[in-house]
Nanobody
Framework: QVQLVESGGGWVQAGESLRLSCAVSGNIFDIAAVGWHRQAPAKQRELVALITKIGATGYALDSVKGRFTISRDDAKNTVYLQMNRLKPEDTAVYYC????????????WGRGIQVTVSS
């Protein structure tokens, strides 16, 4: 079993920054990647960024490239999402989730954390 707990969300004004944390615990040995996703009101959940077991990173949204950075601290089993120059359209519930080796979908998921960006 893997457990994920997000933290670091909140309310900020446009242009400001937030850093989200995803603490991963449990059976982490078969994790292939950890991804940050988000779901805005009335929209589908979408992948934002991911980091693989070997440290490769990818950003799924053109709108966050150059502003968001995914990283990890292996000593703390924590994955971060640094979000700079936030925009109102970044407002969403952000989730981290695990992609296991051989799996085709993310599971399990954290409970999510709200990020609100005001203009």
């Amino acid at each position: 079993q893997v457990q994920l707990v997000e933290s670091g969300g909140g309310w900020v004004q446009a242009g400001e920054s937030l850093r989200l944390s995803c603490a991963v615990s449990g059976n982490i040995f078969d994790i292939a990647a950890v991804g940050w996703h988000r779901q805005a009101p009335a929209k589908q959940r979408e992948l934002v960024a991911l980091i693989t077991k070997i440290g490769a990173t990818g950003y799924a949204l053109d709108s966050v490239k150059g502003r968001f950075t995914i990283s990890r601290d292996d000593a703390k089993n924590t994955v971060y999402l640094q979000m700079n120059r936030l925009k109102p359209e970044d407002t969403a519930v952000y989730y981290c989730a695990v992609l296991r080796r051989g799996a085709t979908r993310y599971d399990p998921w954290g409970r999510g954390i709200q990020v609100t960006v005001s203009s």
